[in-house]
């Protein structure tokens, strides 16, 4: 295919909604989808200027869209993609076969767009596609985002290809909980229970910090996700699982599944309970649910946590690509390339701008 798609600006999120619509199951990515984007639109950048583009064939059909929103305008102009922020996992959205061609508009969007001076942040871009040779620029950050390969194999054929340790592990822990409570998991699929669900696991997740906050569901982030879950649980991605003992929620898990694809976003637990090891015997559970249910991939998103290495079996991992324009985008680069030289605390600070 011709890498020379054409650009067409679009007014905003709306104007993409049907093409959106239509390509993101080809992405696999549920971070990619037009219900994502539009809750963080709505809660997390009421008012950033968008950057919304479709790139089509000659014949007039979009082969992807390119959603991006400017995060800063001065003292340097700062583009990055729609969802930065909450999402494990960004890129243009178009069909694997696409990408090489999606990646070079992508490049002219953003061309166009900064002209002489200015920073593209293209974040979280996959490791295992080709984005992140086809759009080029530098390479600022790599992340670990460890998978599960399910590929047809049973949860038992799993479990033989790990560790007798942790075989034994993943068996006992469970029936030991069996054993001495009522376990019980339950899956959120009522609509009336979503918010009483949600607002459990958001407590039981600021129950992990001393401080009860995380940042994860912090300020218009706990809006944004009841806002998206309940349009998941309508269209059948969402995967909200509680597990309680006695009749008590003592942990909970938060994800979802698109296009065959199970993501594992956030979870939570009563450190009461945490010599019972009730996050690691939800965590497997869901595990086996989603091999039962006969998923092609189990995602851990991002972050390369030790218990989640302990399950993954690869990490094809997302990449932050930085494109430089003019003498003050080059001075902005820079000075992200020296903040990861800096304590966690600057550099998260840093990171955090126009996130």
């Given at each position: 295919?011709?890498?020379?798609?054409?650009?067409?600006?679009?007014?905003?999120?709306?104007a993409?909604?049907d093409?959106?619509?239509?390509l993101?199951?080809?992405t696999?990515?549920?971070?990619?989808?037009?219900?994502w984007?539009?809750?963080?639109r709505?809660?997390?950048a009421?008012?950033a200027e968008?950057?919304?583009?479709?790139c089509r064939r000659?014949?007039?059909?979009?082969?992807?869209i390119?959603?991006?929103?400017?995060?800063r305008?001065?003292p340097?102009r700062?583009l990055?993609?729609?969802?930065?922020?909450?999402?494990?996992?960004?890129?243009?959205?178009?069909?694997?076969?696409d990408?090489p061609a999606a990646a070079?508009?992508l490049r002219?969007l953003?061309g166009?767009e900064?002209r002489?001076?200015?920073?593209?942040l293209?974040?979280?871009?996959?490791?295992?596609g080709?984005?992140?040779?086809a759009?080029?620029?530098?390479v600022?950050?790599?992340a670990?985002?460890?998978?599960v390969s399910?590929?047809?194999?049973?949860f038992?054929?799993?479990?033989?290809?790990?560790?007798?340790?942790?075989?034994?592990?993943v068996?006992r822990?469970e029936?030991?909980l069996?054993r001495e409570?009522?376990?019980?998991?339950?899956?959120?699929?009522?609509?009336d229970e979503?918010?009483r669900?949600m607002?459990?696991?958001?407590?039981l997740h600021?129950?992990?910090w001393e401080?009860?906050e995380?940042g994860?569901f912090e300020g218009?982030r706990a809006a944004?996700?009841?806002d998206?879950?309940?349009?998941a649980?309508?269209?059948?991605?969402?995967?909200?699982?509680?597990?309680?003992?006695d009749?008590?929620?003592v942990?909970a898990?938060?994800?979802?599944?698109?296009?065959?694809i199970e993501?594992?976003y956030?979870a939570?637990?009563d450190?009461a309970f945490?010599?019972k090891?009730?996050?690691?015997v939800?965590l497997?559970?869901s595990i086996?649910s989603?091999?039962e249910?006969?998923?092609?991939e189990?995602?851990?998103?991002l972050?390369?946590?030790?218990y989640?290495?302990r399950?993954a079996?690869r990490d094809?991992g997302?990449?932050?690509v930085?494109?430089?324009?003019g003498a003050?985008g080059?001075a902005?680069?820079?000075?992200i390339?020296a903040a990861?030289r800096?304590?966690d605390?600057?550099?998260s600070?840093?990171?955090?701008?126009?996130g």
């Amino acid at each position: 295919m011709s890498n020379d798609l054409e650009l067409e600006r679009l007014p905003d999120l709306a104007a993409a909604r049907d093409d959106w619509t239509r390509l993101a199951p080809q992405t696999a990515n549920v971070f990619s989808t037009f219900e994502w984007a539009d809750a963080w639109r709505r809660h997390l950048a009421p008012d950033a200027e968008l950057v919304i583009a479709s790139c089509r064939r000659g014949d007039g059909e979009a082969v992807g869209i390119l959603p991006l929103y400017v995060a800063r305008a001065a003292p340097v102009r700062l583009l990055r993609i729609v969802g930065t922020g909450p999402g494990d996992q960004l890129g243009p959205v178009c069909a694997p076969g696409d990408q090489p061609a999606a990646a070079a508009a992508l490049r002219r969007l953003v061309g166009d767009e900064l002209r002489r001076s200015g920073l593209f942040l293209a974040e979280r871009l996959p490791g295992d596609g080709e984005v992140v040779t086809a759009l080029g620029g530098t390479v600022v950050r790599p992340a670990p985002s460890p998978v599960v390969s399910v590929n047809g194999h049973s949860f038992d054929d799993y479990l033989a290809a790990r560790s007798r340790n942790f075989r034994e592990q993943v068996r006992r822990r469970e029936r030991k909980l069996a054993r001495e409570h009522q376990l019980t998991y339950r899956l959120t699929r009522d609509p009336d229970e979503l918010e009483r669900d949600m607002q459990t696991l958001i407590a039981l997740h600021r129950a992990r910090w001393e401080d009860g906050e995380t940042g994860a569901f912090e300020g218009p982030r706990a809006a944004f996700h009841l806002d998206f879950a309940a349009r998941a649980l309508e269209r059948g991605w969402l995967r909200l699982w509680t597990m309680e003992l006695d009749g008590q929620a003592v942990a909970a898990w938060y994800g979802f599944r698109f296009a065959g694809i199970e993501v594992y976003y956030q979870a939570g637990r009563d450190p009461a309970f945490d010599s019972k090891a009730v996050g690691f015997v939800l965590l497997a559970h869901s595990i086996r649910s989603a091999f039962e249910d006969g998923v092609k991939e189990y995602r851990f998103g991002l972050g390369g946590e030790e218990y989640k290495a302990r399950f993954a079996d690869r990490d094809p991992g997302v990449t932050t690509v930085a494109i430089a324009a003019g003498a003050r985008g080059r001075a902005a680069l820079a000075s992200i390339h020296a903040a990861r030289r800096m304590p966690d605390r600057i550099r998260s600070w840093v990171w955090r701008v126009g996130g």
